[in-house]
């Protein structure tokens, strides 16, 4: 199974300041056939389901604001978070969907 | 609109076995592509991934917990079972059906329908 690292485990970040997560693959999951990152950026709030954010490593979801943004290759990958708000408060997941079983990190909590 | 449901026991005895249903809506089970998840998430700790069911009836199972999970679909009743077997308290936490991006049927996607998850305590 691929192993998937976030770092930090968490981080406090004032209010309209950058936030920066950081996530670490054992295997790379760029498939050179289709020429993408088989990764994903999830964002869960306190008691509520997992919500996609970003995929194929960079591409944001339809409603997601433009202040998330996906970036890196390979087995190296950022989800930066500008400008926060408070309703930004929550638990992010990266996962890869290159095989199966997909695999997410352990997550990361962002706090004001 | 996609939606999924899950349903179940909110308390398991240790050694007993889990059955949860996820009922989905806005789509089919039977439509090439489709592929519904389970994922379980214990409190205050990470998401783990559980078993999938595709369109075709192919089934995929955790590497860790495979000899104990069985997945199926009653596409009559638009539901997908998950069974878990000799249920123990650190099975105690939430347990999500998610749909997979439907796509190309040949290549993986991220899960972009959720839902809300049930949760479940195993404790005697």
Known sequence: DIVMTQSPDSLAVSLGETATINCESSHDVFYTSTNKNY??????????????????????????????????????????????????????????????????GQGTKVEI | QVTLKESGPALVKPTQTLTLTCTVSG????????????IRQPPGKALEWLARIDWDNEVFYSTSLKTRLTISRDTSRNQVVLKMTNMDPVDTGTYYCARMHLGEPGFPYYFDNWGHGTLVTVSS
């Open chain 1, 39 to 104: 990764l994903a950026w999830y964002q869960q709030r306190p008691g509520q389901p997992p919500k996609l954010l970003i995929y194929w490593a960079s591409t944001r979801e339809s409603g997601v604001p433009a202040r998330f943004s996906g970036s890196g290759s390979g087995s190296d990958f950022t989800l930066t978070i500008s400008s926060l708000q408070a309703e930004d408060v929550a638990v992010y997941y990266c996962q890869q969907y290159y095989t199966t079983p997909p695999t997410f």
């Open chain 2, 27 to 38: 789509f089919s089970l039977n439509t090439r592509g489709v592929r519904v998840n389970w």
